[in-house]
């Protein structure tokens, strides 16, 4: 079984930092994609930000400067170092893995977390 498991989620002041977590844990040959995607209430899901094996990240442009997504390959996780926190950052924001589990090595399959609440303000 494979899971993946966020924290880091909380009440923060405008203006200031958060560090979302996320651990993906069992049966994995390997990870592709790793990413946070958020939602809030009546909106649809966006991709906040995502980072291949390599290294390569994509940021969506209203968290360009502010946010940082690092991932660690040898620990399978991922983290997003939000800075600089607005209001609008408000949202439930999930974790995304493309990964190979051991049980079907030759399709990837996409996972997410459940999901932890981020909300900004004063």
């Known amino acids: 079984q494979v899971q993946l498991v966020e924290s880091g989620g909380g009440l923060v002041q405008p203006g200031g930092s958060l560090r979302l977590s996320c651990a993906a844990s069992?049966?994995?040959?390997?990870?592709?994609?790793m990413g946070w995607y958020r939602q809030a209430p009546g909106k649809q899901r966006e991709l906040v930000a995502a980072v291949t094996r390599g290294g390569t990240a994509t940021y969506a442009e209203s968290v360009k400067g502010r946010f940082t997504i690092a991932r660690d390959n040898a620990k399978n996780t991922v983290n997003l170092q939000m800075n600089s926190l607005k209001p609008e950052d408000t949202a439930v924001y999930y974790c995304?893995?493309?990964?190979?589990?051991?049980?079907?090595?030759?399709?990837?399959?996409?996972?997410w977390g459940q999901g932890t609440q981020v909300t900004v303000s004063s």
């Open positions: 069992g049966n994995i040959f390997s990870i592709n994609t």
């Open positions: 995304n893995a493309e990964l190979y589990p051991f049980s079907t090595m030759l399709n990837s399959r996409v996972y």
